[in-house]
């Protein structure tokens, strides 16, 4: 079947098998999270029968629809990529296979907490902040440690890595720097021994994402169009 979104998925893959190759790495070394916020359930289903299976989220209500709605996808996964609040976290829980955006010991404590109660296992990303801007989502480079610690001691989570989300407004150069840093503070926190995914980058620059070592790519706008 071809589709629009057939289409369009299709260049994502081949522009991302394009980076990976030109940065001397496997095109199955970098999975695609296609990023479905705001868009309806029928443009995931198309996807996913175009054979894509991670989908990406950012509100908890949203989420928690679409899981209900396209509950009859076999192997469907939800990345839980937005901000979470606290009092959320029991139904995110229930239906994300990944969080990707755990910034800190409280929200790993909480996630923990509710995962063991519900009998769920809750893959986790650690969000850091890579430049420390204020008013923005992520733990800082020093905290993240800390943040890692924090998911680590939860035995109903585990903990798959890092993940990041650069200043739109920065320019190319500045945020391969932003890459490069996340990919270097995996190693520093020993993360590339346990295969450690990096999250990073997006529809403007996940090119730039896969030079600098990105596992996880988070796609939206140019599978799905613009929102
Ligand atoms: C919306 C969003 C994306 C996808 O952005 P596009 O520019 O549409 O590809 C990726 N990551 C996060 C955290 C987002 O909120």
Redesign the pocket.
Known sequence: MSTAIATALQQVRERMAQAARQAGRRADEVRLIA?S?TKSAAQVREAYEAGQRDF?E?YVQELCAKAVQLADLQGVRWHM??HLQTNKVKQVVKVATMMQTVDSARLALELGTQAQRCGCRLQVLVEVNVGGEAQKSGVSIDGAREVAEAVRAQPALELRGLMT?PPFELEAIQTARYFARLCRLRSELGGDKEGWELSMG???DFEVAIAHGATMV?????IFGS?
């Open positions: 990023v916020k990406g950012n990529i937005g989300v997006m529809s403007g988070r796609v939206g706008t140019d929102r």
